[in-house]
């Protein structure tokens, strides 16, 4: 089983995704200095935050048509 909730899996990815956004936005305005590594950081933080927080409700989904399915019978 998993060891983190659906909700907490959103919360997973959402973080990752606004890191994923925050992190080009300070390199543009030159706050941190660009480098290939923190842009590959970047996107890889949005990517992952992308496919975690999908996948957090794609089970929230088969949860609930799991539970509505064992109701009707």
């Keep these: 089983m ?3 909730s659906p909700v907490q899996l959103i919360l997973v990815g959402l973080v990752l995704l606004l890191v994923g956004f925050l992190l080009p936005f300070v390199m543009v305005l030159r706050l941190v200095e660009p480098t290939l590594l923190l842009g ?3 996107y890889l933080a ?3 935050g992308l496919v975690i927080g999908l996948y ?3 089970t929230i989904g088969v949860a609930r048509r799991k539970k509505h399915d064992e ?3």
């Design 2 to 4: 998993n060891r983190f």
């Design 40 to 42: 590959f950081v970047s």
């Design 46 to 48: 949005s990517f992952m």
């Design 56 to 58: 957090g409700v794609v």
């Design 71 to 73: 109701e009707q019978d």
